[in-house]
RNA sequence: GGCGCUAUCGUCUAGUGGUUAGGACGGGGCCCUCUCAAGGCCCAGGCAGGAGUUCAAUUCUCCUUAGCGCUACCA
């Protein structure tokens, strides 16, 4: 039983990267019938806000995108200090009563990284132990193991073997000098005590892990498994961030734009994943199936928005894919929503067929309420392209009278519509097509549409002779 | 600056020591057709650069370049 978990820290709105990791997260986790966890990293309490965990809860219901086991780091404190402190009892931190820099770093310009203070890693633990006693502020450090031949390694699921110098890790901090714990120090601790077994996030961690690595030999037997994904980027190659690009890296942008929720996943995951076998149109459930790491690519990925569309076009044609080819009772929920949030209100005897008429051609929720608005309405536009179909000669007189024979017929269906039509169409001497483009014309005020027998059944008997006779 | 990761059409990607380098989105065209979509078909478009290994490199190695990440008492 595998335990995974999605670990953000609530300092802004769910963005786009976060879901995917979320995604991939949730997609190992039920795979492999494992436990999906929640955990919000929020020790940075000057940083952390309410509106970031709505969001984050917003976003991932959204999704659809549910977990078993929910925790916040500020509350596990106590925990993180205790085995902070089991590893400063090890001998494998030390105290640094070092002052906390102030101003600009100047070791990092200096050519040489910065290790640690050497005074304070050879401090007796006499010493120490009485300066902490006197109340002297420090910071508790990892004592990195040194020497020449001394290497940090793991293997990454998704980048392979990793190795490193621990010459080249610093010594790091475990808990700050107001007793808060670090980053690295709760996430790992937490690990720890959530029996996490495969760490899946993004690849800005893969040079931290190598720190995780020593914490994790520290408190535990095994470490747990490590996958690292590419990072999802802005088509000018900077990572996405609010300030330079916007709301396009928020989740709510596509929730907003009338994606379904399951288009928008099955996008995310063909960013910097492949079932290679051409398959990109991909259910929850198929994606479920064929996810795997070795899919997982480990270059990043460049998110297609621009200013002038902050939706990226192969996102929108997924929508559309899955918007046509969705079971139609999973999709009506979703366009019932979007009628009434636009003050629609969908006739529920028809409401199916008249869904999945018009879905083929239509790439976003919001084109029910706007493309579809004739469907659902009775108060609709004429647009100029269907005002010049009405315009052909003696279009507008003809369809006055199909209206007069449907009302007089008693049968309407396709078959006696277009039946009506024809019949008509031949005695005037006038090409069907004009009295089918003119139907859909008059019917929906658009000049483009479904088939025009298919526009009638879907816009109703009365409704249909009615916008007929008022040509 | 140091360390690391990455590099295939505009974008997402598949792929191999010998391939006409495959698919998708987007773009262009054709077909279908009552319109528009959908669908089908076709076209343009790519292995970052340079060495090396090899009979043969897009593929393996090295270098360069570029991008990104880490380099905090942020996460």
Not at 74 to 85: D, G, Q, V, Y
Not at 389 to 413: H, N, Q, V
Request: with cysteine; aromatic share 10%.
């Amino acid at each position: 039983m595998p335990r995974v978990r999605f670990a953000p820290s609530p300092t802004g709105y769910l963005h786009i990267g976060s879901a995917r990791t979320s995604i991939f997260n949730w997609l190992y986790a039920r795979k492999n019938n494992g436990t999906m966890i929640l955990r919000l990293d929020d020790t940075d309490v000057e940083r952390n806000t309410q509106a970031s965990v709505d969001s984050i809860f917003d976003g991932l219901h959204w999704l659809g995108l549910g977990w078993d086991e929910y925790y916040r780091q500020s509350e596990r404190l106590a925990l993180h200090k205790e085995m902070a402190n089991r590893i400063l009892a090890q001998g494998r931190a030390y105290r640094d009563f070092t002052p906390a820099q102030t101003g600009e770093e100047e070791r990092s310009e200096s050519g040489e990284p910065w290790l640690f203070h050497p005074e304070m890693r050879e401090l007796s633990s006499a010493e120490s132990d009485r300066r902490a006693a006197a109340g002297e502020p420090f910071v508790l450090r990892f004592r990195v193991p040194r020497g020449e031949n001394r290497a940090v390694k793991f293997k990454d699921s998704v980048f392979g073997d990793q190795y490193k110098k621990a010459d080249e890790i610093e010594d790091f901090a475990l808990l700050r000098s107001n007793g808060m714990p670090t980053y690295h120090m709760a996430s790992c601790a937490d690990d720890v005590d959530l029996r996490i077994d495969h760490i899946i996030r993004g690849q800005d961690h893969l040079t931290n892990t190598f720190k995780h690595v020593l914490i994790f030999e520290a408190l535990c037997e095994t470490k747990p498994k490590f996958a690292h994904l590419p990072l999802l980027i802005a088509p000018d190659g900077a990572k996405l961030s609010k300030r330079k690009h916007g709301p396009v890296v928020s989740v709510t942008t596509y929730r907003d734009a009338g994606f379904l929720p399951e288009a928008y996943i099955n996008f995310l995951c063909l960013l910097g994943w492949s079932p290679k076998n051409n398959r990109e149109q991909m259910s929850i459930p198929e994606l479920i199936e064929a996810f795997s790491f070795s899919g997982v690519n480990r270059s990043n990925a460049v998110v297609n928005f621009s200013d002038e569309d902050p939706i990226d076009p192969k996102a929108q044609w997924l929508n559309g894919q899955h918007l046509r080819s969705m079971a139609i009772d999973g999709l009506l929920p979703a366009v019932r929503a979007t009628l009434e949030a636009a003050g629609l209100r969908a006739e529920e005897a028809n409401f199916a067929f008249v869904v999945d008429t018009i879905r083929a051609r239509y790439t976003s929720l919001h084109d029910f309420a706007t493309k579809g608005l004739p469907y659902f309405s009775d108060e609709f536009p004429m647009e100029p392209a269907a005002a010049e179909r009405l315009d052909e000669p003696r279009a507008r007189e003809l369809l006055r009278t199909l209206g007069d024979r449907l009302a007089a017929a008693t049968e309407f269906t396709e078959a006696s519509v277009e039946t009506a039509l024809r019949e008509l169409a031949a005695e005037a001497g006038v090409k069907p097509g004009v009295l089918i483009n003119g139907s859909r014309a008059a019917l929906t005020g658009q000049a483009v549409g479904p088939s025009a027998f298919h526009v009638f059944t879907a816009i109703g008997r009365e409704r249909s002779i009615a916008r007929l006779k008022k040509v």
